[in-house]
């Protein structure tokens, strides 16, 4: 992997063990303190500027070497998830109901490990801005970010950011032009009825055929409403209704998640589900109420940068390593709040399929028994230096997409 890995290597035990400690202590949503302290502590030490405060607990190091009027934006994501690990490993959670189960502690490790780096003995000219943000798992650190003056505070030409996948192989590279994961919205949709005595259905609305029926109803949105060609999902995960077997109850509530990959679909599947449930509870009597709750922007990644993490991912790992052009994901990431604001891309590096026995590297991640794979830290940040020396060293050579906004 030439010269990128030759000042990092004497130094990836060190920072497997740092991966290890930040796994031992996880920490939920906007409650990264102890992480947070951790990023700002090796930050300084290496030289970087550091801001903290933004969502509470975020942290961007910042590093100028030069002249050049360039800004590259790396980003990481601390947080951890309220589950209980099943790992087994001696450096599993000791935290109860906490641990990191989808790998958000070897992301931060990756970018430290690159930082050591970039300020010891990387080449560029410009400003390089390490974004560490908290609340990556439903609670959007990243659009509160932004909201607290992100991007006015530390100006970024362009911002990318990684992510790991159990299923691929470990450290092979996956890039996407174009939309890339899905948005996510939370529906509760409640309908209400006339409850009445189960043995004379004849005198009431009843609330819960209605919401059978409407379960039925939405499988049509996506088989029916959408584009064929266009990608969604709209899954009824709760539906509750009654307390007992011999009473018609007066409302049923019925929980959904949405995803699309295209704005438009978007905005389709809200209109679209809106109007079949309030036609479905007029139809049997009743009212419908529908709470749609914005979660997480559709992640669409710009040409110019794509393809510029691609010239990256090759020269690093090899071509036959790299999937140019992988397929788009249903699942969500709020790093798109930040490409609706700066051009940039967003990647997937393989966890592990579990040819190599690693089988806690090819658990999915948001599982009890997942871990991340410490041998992608040397190629992680491998990646990230290789990316901020191209980036900020030959701006004759890269041409960066205009804003999608």
Partial sequence: MGHMLEGLLPAVDDFVALRREIHR??????????????????????????????AGTGVVGTLV?????????????????????????????????????????????????????????????????????????????????????????FPCDAVFAMHNMPGVPQGHLWLREGPAMASSDDVTITLTGTGGHGAMPHKAADPVVAAASLVMALQTVVSRNVDPQQAAVVTVGELHAGTAN??????????????????????????????????????FGGQAQVDWRDGYAVLV??????????????????????????????????????????????????????????????????????????????IGSAFWVRLAERFLCQPAQVTTSASPR
């Fill in 25 to 54: 202590f996880p920490e939920l949503a906007f409650q990264e303190h102890r992480t947070s302290d951790l990023v700002t502590s090796k930050l300084e030490s290496w030289g970087y500027t550091v801001h903290r405060g933004l």
């Fill in 65 to 153: 070497r030069g002249t050049s009027a360039r800004r590259l934006g790396l980003r990481a994501d601390m947080d951890a998830l309220p589950i209980q690990e099943a790992s087994g490993r001696p450096w599993a959670s000791v935290c109860t109901g906490r641990m990191h189960a989808c790998g958000h502690d070897g992301h931060t490790t990756m970018l430290l490990a690159a930082a050591q780096v970039l300020a010891q003995s990387a080449r560029f000219d410009g400003t390089l801005h390490l974004i560490f943000q908290p609340a990556e798992e439903g609670a959007g650190g990243a659009r509160r970010m932004i909201e607290e003056g992100l991007f006015d505070l």
């Fill in 246 to 283: 011999n009473v018609i109850p007066g409302t049923a509530r019925l929980e959904l998640s949405v995803r699309a990959l295209d704005r438009g679909v978007r905005q389709q599947l809200r209109q679209r589900i809106h109007a079949l449930a309030e036609a479905q509870a007029e139809s």
């Fill in 301 to 378: 990644n710009t040409s110019a940068e794509t393809e510029l993490a691609r010239q990256v991912a090759r020269e690093l790992v090899g071509v036959e390593r790299v999937n140019p052009q992988a397929p788009a994901l249903t699942a969500s990431e709020d790093f798109a709040f930040m490409l609706e604001q700066r051009p940039g891309s967003y990647l997937l590096i393989g966890n592990g399929d579990g040819t190599d026995g690693n089988a806690a590297g090819a658990c999915m991640v948001h599982n009890p028994g997942y871990d991340f794979n410490d041998d992608n830290i040397a």
